[in-house]
């Protein structure tokens, strides 16, 4: 099976398991008494809980439209005066598949952010006692979530097992997924 074939199939199922994770994580979730509360139009959001369909705000005082008209709650944009680093808003990765590709003799990892951004970096740092070897690619924003897939060549890699740890970055966001082990012949 080529590559660009195996990443569409993992892409879609990707998006697959994301829907579901994001679902069950939202029933599982539940609401404090007296919380704010997403409804089926997304109008409400807190830092706490923000809703997956709307942009994603920085603090108070951010959640209402600005008056400089549409567009400027754009993701990827920045406010003039404002260090975009300065308070990035933490949010979960969801790591949806890891594993060895013996074809194309590539460790990979997958996973999805609660955000949709243009400028996010996806970075997976490999880990064995004490290399590290780190790669990272341009994140890919879907309609929902922002999707990462990242491959290490084994030329960079050594035998035995690594330890894998996903992460994304942003001018808003960041994340970071749970180490997974990955283990390269």
């Known amino acids: 099976m080529s590559l660009r074939r195996r990443w569409v199939l993992v892409a879609?199922?990707?998006v697959a398991v994301a829907v579901a994770g994001l679902a069950a994580w939202a029933?599982?979730?539940?609401?404090p008494a007296g919380s704010p509360t997403a409804t089926p139009s997304g109008s409400q959001?807190?830092?706490?809980?923000?809703c997956l369909d709307q942009p994603a705000t920085d603090g108070p005082g951010t959640d209402s439209p600005s008056s400089d008209g549409p567009g400027t709650d754009e993701p990827g944009t920045s406010t003039p005066g404002v260090d975009p680093s300065a308070d990035l808003t933490e949010v979960e990765m969801l790591v949806?598949?890891?594993g060895w590709d013996s074809g194309a003799?590539?460790?990979?990892?997958?996973?999805?952010?609660p955000v949709v951004e243009s400028d996010g970096t996806c970075t997976a740092t490999l880990v064995q006692g004490?290399?590290?070897v780190?790669?990272?690619?341009?994140?890919?924003p879907g309609p929902r979530t922002t999707t990462c897939a990242v491959e290490?060549?084994?030329a960079r890699l050594t035998r035995g097992d690594w330890l894998v740890t996903l992460s994304y970055s942003s001018s808003h966001h960041s994340a970071t997924g749970q180490k997974v082990s990955i283990n390269v012949p």
């Open 105 to 113: 003799q590539v460790v990979w990892i997958a996973g999805d952010v």
């Open 27 to 31: 029933v599982g979730r539940g609401t």
């Open 152 to 154: 290490v060549d084994k």
């Open 130 to 132: 004490s290399d590290q």
């Open 134 to 140: 780190e790669e990272s690619v341009q994140a890919e």
């Open 96 to 98: 949806t598949s890891s």
């Open 12 to 14: 879609a199922a990707v």
């Open 45 to 50: 959001c807190t830092a706490d809980d923000p």
